[in-house]
Structure formats: C-alpha cells, structure tokens
C-alpha cells in the first residue's frame, strides 16, 4: 500500500517531466522554424544543449541513468601563424571555429537525436506511464464523490478505479523508467536494423533445422517403439544399437542447445564398464549369468550397461515429446512467420495488387487488407519471439537431456575417486623417493660420521695425524649431507614457497631457470599450502619443458586470481608441437592439480608459441607476515 | 667488536656465540625471533649482525626482512645472514642499495672456523662475502657474458664475487698479488666495467655484473 502511495507520487514527478518535455518541444519547434527555414542554423544547437539540462534531470531521478553524450571540445588551438583553423579554412579570430566545433559537438552527437525522439514522443509516454496511475485515482476519486447524485453502484467502480491506480503505480513507475532508459540512456552497441534483422533471421533459420530435426525424432520415436516391440518378443539384439543411434541424435541436439540456445547440457551417460577379468574357470560373469566368448560378453554386458542407464529411457521419453513440446516452440516462432508470409501476406497483397489468378488464402478472402494486416502481424510476431523461443527450446531439450541430479552426483564421485586415487599414489610415490633418498644420502652419510668419530676417539692418543685426516673426512661428510638435505627439501617443500609464498617462489625459480624468465602479476593474499606447491611444481615443470623440448628464448609466467580462480599461464617463444597426450610431464601435472579440480590447458602449435595455462579454484588468505615492505626492493 | 646474533636452534645460537667470543668478538645480543631481532639492531648498532634467514613467529624470511628494514634505517648496517639455502632473489635484495657490508652464506659455511671469522670481519668492514653457491648460480647463467676469460681468470673472478681482497685471493690460488692484479686488470677490461681501486666497489661491480642488473 505504502509503496503503491510512494509510487504514485515520484509517478506525478514524472508525469511533471512529461510536462517539461513538451514545452521543450514548443521552443524547439519555433527555434527550427528559421533555423532550418531561414539556414540560421547557429539557432538550432543552443535549445539542443538546454534540452541537455532537462534530460540529465530526468537521468538521475529515473535510476541514475548514465550519460551518454561526447565530451565537449576544447577551445580551437592557435596555428603557427596566429589564425585557427577549421577543416580546411583558417580564420583570424577563434570564433568561427569555437562555432562549428560546439556546432559538431551537439549536431553530430547520435545522443541528441535520441533525446529529440525522446521529446517527441514523452510527453505522451512519459506522460500516461508517469501520471497515469494518479489520474486513475483522481478519476476514482470523482466517479465516487460524484455518485451520490447518480446511482449508487458507480461507488464500488470509483473506488475500483483508485485501488488501480495504486496497485499499477509500481509497475507504471518501473515501465516509465525502462522506457526511459531505453531512450536516455547510453546504447551499449550500435545495433543497426540490418543487424537486428539479420540476426532474427538466423534466428528464425535455427528454430527451422530444429524443426526438421524434430521430424527425424519423430522417425526415432517410432524406430524405438519397434525396437522394443522386438524386444517383447525375445530380439533383444536391436536393442544396443537403437540406443546409440539415439545418443547421436541427442548428442547433436545438446551440442546445438549450447551453441545456438545457450544452454549448456551435460552428457548424462554412465561411462562404458570395461571387460571383465575372466573367472578361474575360463568364464565371463555378467550379473548373475556366465558366457565362454568375449564377444557375447561384450554383447549382453553392453545390453546390461544400456539397459540400465536411467538416462536410456530419459532419451527415450524425449524422442516421444519432443515432436510436441519442441514442435510447438517452432511453430509459434519460424512457423508463424513462414505461415504469415506464404499464406497469408503474400497472397493478399497479390490480390490486393490485381495480379491474375491469385493464390488462395488461407483466410479472410473476401478482406485481403484485413488479410494482409493480419498476416504482417503474424510475421512480426513470430520474429519477436524467436529469440525467446530458441532459448526456450534449449531449456526443454535440458530438462530430459541434460543429467538428473543423482547422475551428476554419480559422475562427481566417480571424479573424484579417480582423483583422489591420483593424489595418493602421487602422495605415496613421493614418500617412497623421499625415503630412498634419505635412504641412500643423508643416513649413509651419518653413519660414517658415527664410524669415522670412533675411530677418532680411538686414535686420538695415538695417532694424532690419522685422527686430524678423520676429522677432516667426518667434516666432508656432514658437508654433503647437508647439501643432499637441501636438495631433497627444494624438492618437497622449496624453502622461498615456504618463507614466501607462490609468486616470489616462481620468481626465485625464474632466477636460475636456463631460460630467461619474466614472473608477472601478485596475488592478494596467501593460497592454501598444497594448491601452492601443486602450481609452484606444475609452473616448474612447464618451465623446464619450455628450457628442454620448446628450445625456447624466453619465458613469461603471469599470475593472476580472480572470481574465485587462481590462474598461472607460462608462455614460450619456442618452436610448439606438444602433445599434452603424450609427455609425462603434463599428465604428471595434470594429476597434481586434479587434487583440487584444477585444470591444465595446453596451446601449442606447431612452430610455438606454447601456452600453458593452470587454473585452480581456491580462496586466497591474507599472508602470515606483517612485514611485507621491502618485497619490491628487488630489481628484476 | 660487538655483533648482535639471531638463530632460533638453540644449540646453533649458542655454538655461534661460542665460536664467536673465541675469535674475540662480543655477543652484545642472541635473539631467536624477528621482532626481537629488530629492536636489538636498532637499540644495539653493533657493528656487525649474524642473522639466520627463517625465524619465529612466522618462520617465514623475518630474519631477512628484519636485516633489510635495520638497514633502510642505518644505511650500511653490516648483516651477514646465514640460510640453509641460497637464493639469488635474496642475494639481489640484500645486494639492491649498493652500500655493501652484507654477507649471505649458507649455515655450512661455520663448519671451517677460520674462514667463517673471516668472512664476518669482512662485512663488519663494509666488504662483502657471498656463498661459493651464489656465485656458482651466477656463473652458470653468465656463460656468454664471462666465455672470454681463461680458466684462471674465471678462478680469481669468482673468488672476486665472492668478496675476497687480492691478498686473499692470492693466497688461496697460491699467487702474488701482483700477478692477481694483473688478472684483476685483464678481467675488467675484457668484460668492460670500470676498474675502480676500492676493493668494496669492484666487488659490488662484478656481482652487478653477473647479475645481470
């Protein structure tokens, strides 16, 4: 009620606007008249530029409207030789220059021609959406007061009228200042009519080879219903090769849904079970029934896969209404307008034009002008709701093509057993090289420390000479371990991720890579430890490919994170071709990140440049330290 | 000659303080955190500090960051500052006002006394003392750049980078300073940089060099 209240009166304001814009259009309309009768055509800008004043008013009360006007030009500049200059004509004095520029400026600026349809065409838009709504309560209030003399059923119609007036005032409100901005505010793109047209067109040509495709479902929905008839009868061999015929069709109709409806679908299939292990006696198990040959086993193990996918029968019941439910967005749309056209629009007009023998129309043949109207009608109605229609048909095809709820949440486990078998395996295999090497290295070492003390401890007295020489071996010794500990930790945990974190890391990476290497961009914060170590360990893999097969010159590592995403792309200049199927290294990557369901994406052409680029989802914390100065000090 | 020392092992710091007041100097400050470790530096103004990279609360670089802020606020503060690890992007920033009196070297480096004393003793003067693995990194990069200088002169170069004196590094190839000079003179002509007779400046002139900065 309140907003109601509230909304009729910013109406009234509006409806005031209403009124100032047909004044406006008053003065425009005497200032045109020698203006553009008389050729003083200095006459016409200035009303221009107040009509300015008006309509940024109008901008920022009708929700903060953007301006969209140029900004004004300056003052003329003096040439060399004292004059200014305009186009191609000096002049002493900046005047006639200052002239046309403002002139230009305002003339030339497509905002000002929308501002004077706006001035057209307000005082009546404007006026009925802004003041509408109180002119229905006045009215109301009139038809009430005023029925005592009448009859008094015109009370319940006055009060009607006024509860209207306020219930519409919202909407009104919200429509005049769309309508406003429509006009006012800044046009995003410069969508000519060819272009608007043009897109309809494809539009409307789209929603056709979806209308034919429809006919072939209509041929599968009838092929299946055979096929399953077979099946009632005990041929049960069909019944695999009919489902993939399906999943085809259907494959091609979500991919058409993603491309030209927007509307992405998900493939909703269960992932093809591979051939069992035979059993010790020879055989195959599928369920509960044995088979001898693999190829049977394939068969009926396909048959079961099939057969118990949900989305089999999903696609099935598709095929059965699909010819309704997408058919009828087809007709209300391409069909409208191929139907106005052909049967209606043309004809009449030929009949309408006289021409012999005139093709029948499909209705009102006795009024072809009505008939023409009408067909006109249709035409642009089917247009419009072309694009609403495309959009539509995309969100059917999602609703039985696209994965239930319990498929997706199947598919997801399935992801993430697979990578959560990856990352333990990595896990696993990196502790069994971290025990070797310490295994082999730092342990050994200690042990001939332990062994090289005691024989000093022995010789000490005795033989002064030896135990100096053993002291200096137990020296050497405890010097390469603590070279091979380094070693190990830059491989587990290198010590400037830790201190620093990922970009300084890469930074301190890029120093010693062979490779001349340039690290872009900063993060805010701080990555969750093991996203930065996968991305430091992913980076430093793509750099060293890039040093040892791209034959690169130069590498650039940028960092940025984003939306919730952190991004590491690494380019090269080198000579491309890789094949992510191929080297170990990128699956070996690829396996790092899935951890976290991070991707990698590789571009390499052949003849370079390569790209690599990291995303991983994850939050960024506010780092550890607070003594983050100095960090720039650095001088790359 | 008075030396504030920040290492948070316990059995590390007190080696080094040991080692240290052996060799004549006094610990006026053994700290094992990074705020601790500032406000010593500043209250203190020793004339040389011994700081561990890592250090509590954070275990994060506060030992360097603490060294490099002591030195925005004294100006060629002598800090050597010991690491498990070497790092050219740490090397570069202690390196990056070109004042010197900084050494980075790694905690090996204590196990041989006499250089180590050596090495503190240099940047209390205001010289200069990078790890051989600093310097090795630097070389490995700077193949074209260092490719016309002998073998020999690649030997006194890197002993140069690492901050020594001619006298020392005569001693340890086993030549007169004289002849060090004269590979000293040869070096800096092919390479092109300005021969200075400051042994501080040349030194900060090759790292920049090698560096590439």
Known sequence: MTRGLGALARGLLRGGYAVASAVLLVVHLVLFVPGLGLGIIFLLPWPMAQLRRITNLVRRSCGDIPTPYRDRPGPPEREADGRYRHDRRLYRTPFWPRQYRYLNWVLGDAATWRDTGWMLLNPVVGGVLGAGPAALVVGGLAVATEAGQRAVYWIPVGLALIALGVVVAPAALRAHDSWTRRMLGPRAEVGSLKAWLGSRFFTLLRLAALGGMTVVTVGLAVLSAAVLALFAVGVVGAVPENAALTRRVTAIRRRLAEQWSGVPIQTPYRPEPALPDRRPDGLYAVGAHLYKSSGWTRFFQRLDWIWHDPATWRDLLWTVTDPFVGGALVLASAGAVGYGLIEVAIPALLRLARAEDPPALAFLADRPALALVAGVVLVVAGALAAPAALHWHGRWSAVLLAPTARARLSMRVEQLTESRADATSAQAAELRRIERDLHDGAQGRLVAVGLALGAIEALIDTDPAAARRLVADARESTARALAELRDLVRGVRPPVLAERGLVEAIRALALDSPVPATVAGALAGRAPEPVESAVYFAVSEALVNAAKHAAASTVAIAFTHAGGVLTAVVEDDGRGGADPAVGSGLRGMRHRLSAFDGTVRVVSPAGGPTTVTLEVPCALFSPKTSTSSGRDSSNS | ?213
């Open chain 2, 1 to 213: 000659m008075r030396v504030v020392l920040a290492e948070d092992l316990y059995l590390l710091r007190e080696g080094l303080k040991q080692l240290l007041s052996a060799h004549g100097f006094s610990v006026v400050a053994a700290v094992d955190n990074g705020p601790d470790l500032l406000r010593a530096l500043l209250d203190e103004r020793p004339d040389v500090a011994v700081v561990d990279v890592r250090l509590p609360p954070t275990q994060t670089d506060e030992g360097l960051q603490a060294a490099l802020a002591a030195r925005r606020e004294l100006p060629g503060l002598p800090v050597l500052v010991l690491s498990q690890h070497v790092e050219r992007l740490y090397a570069r920033e202690l390196l990056a006002d070109g004042t010197g009196g900084v050494g980075y070297l790694l905690k090996d480096r204590v196990f041989n006394a006499e250089q180590f004393v050596d090495a503190v003793r240099r940047v209390a003067a205001g010289g200069t003392a990078m790890d051989p693995d600093v310097i090795a990194k630097l070389f490995a990069q700077s193949d074209q750049k260092v490719g016309r200088l002998t073998p020999r002169e690649r030997e006194v170069l890197e002993l140069m980078a690492e901050g020594r004196s001619n006298a020392a590094i005569g001693q340890r190839l086993f030549l007169s300073e004289s002849a060090v000079g004269k590979h000293t003179a040869s070096i800096f002509g092919k390479l092109g940089l300005a021969a200075s007779d400051d042994d501080n400046r040349r030194v900060l002139a090759v790292l920049a060099f090698l560096d590439g900065r």
